[in-house]
């Protein structure tokens, strides 16, 4: 059994711990909530996005451009992984990490080559602790990224993608759903689905959007190099809303863990206490009971 410094020692220690912990709950919180703000302001422009590209696709009719090219035969896949650069934050990493081995393994099982991007630390010193083939590595911005970073990572992807070293390009991120839950997402990201193109589903119903079902507009330049330029753009701001979506989902995983460690450190401290009573009140008995023995010696 341990004796009552032992006990006093881990309690003052487990203390410690949770004012660490509860301090970093604190601070997650509140990026948190900057976090979704920064969402909320982000969906409508995105949205947006893909009705004005419906828009100029019907304008533009049938075209041939490189990120809308869909490859017969998908011979090497890009993985996306996009994690955080710090841990405590329970399994947000390793859900995403977990989810991109799996569909490497799925890829291998079509013979299929995979390569490798990621933005993190953690991915990127998982995948290269298992010797994969990580082309290249953002870092350093995970808590709170910029539409800079989101562009870094789309013309890499792109580049890869227009100049055939890759067939098919998907993102794997946590979807962020609330502070207590995060849904891995797998998007792919190109080529552009011929879908999108369509518009969202309320503006193939009859009344719903009519400049997207019949464009009555003069475009200047043409539809077809509008469509072009819009189309890398289109790129980036998934990028964006992948990682604004991550950066929301960190702050509420590591908050949720820290909250859970404090927890454990409170029930932690009350079990410790409740020992270290039993250990005093039994030194105390002991010691009665010595000093007992000794009256009883000295009247013998």
Do not use: C
């Amino acid at each position: 059994m341990a004796s009552l410094q032992d006990l006093k020692r881990r309690v003052r220690s487990i203390t410690n711990t949770r004012k660490v912990t509860r301090a970093m709950e604190l601070v997650a919180s509140a990026r948190l909530r900057r976090a979704q703000m920064r969402i909320e302001a982000m969906r409508p422009y995105a949205d947006r996005m893909l009705e004005l590209m419906a828009g100029v696709s019907h304008a533009a009719g049938a075209v041939r451009l490189p990120l809308l090219e869909q490859r017969e035969e998908v011979k090497r896949v890009a993985i996306v992984a996009v994690t955080a650069d710090r841990g405590l934050a329970g399994g947000f990493n390793a859900q995403v990490v977990r989810q991109a081995l799996a569909l490497q393994r799925e890829a291998r099982a079509a013979g299929q080559e995979v390569v490798w991007f990621s933005t993190g630390r953690k991915a990127a010193s998982t995948l290269r602790f298992r010797r994969l083939d990580v082309v290249q590595s953002w870092i350093g911005f995970s808590e709170r990224p910029g539409y800079g970073d989101a562009q870094a990572i789309a013309h890499a992807v792109s580049d890869a993608f227009v100049q055939r070293e890759v067939d098919k390009v998907v993102v794997v991120y946590n979807a962020f759903v609330s502070a207590l839950t995060q849904k891995v997402t797998v998007r792919e990201l190109l080529p552009i689905s011929a879908d999108l193109l369509e518009g969202p589903e309320e503006a193939q119903q009859e009344g719903a959007f009519p400049e997207l079902a019949h464009p009555d507009f003069i475009y200047e330049p043409e539809p077809q190099e509008i469509l072009a330029r819009l189309l890398p753009v289109y790129v980036e701001t998934e990028l964006y809303r992948a990682l604004l979506e991550s950066a929301a989902s960190e702050q509420g995983a590591r908050m949720t863990a820290m909250r859970n460690a404090s927890k454990a450190a409170g029930e932690l401290i009350d079990s410790l206490t409740l020992a270290m009573n039993r250990a005093r009140q039994a030194e105390i008995t002991q010691e009665i009971l010595e000093v007992v023995a000794g009256a009883d010696a000295l009247s013998g």
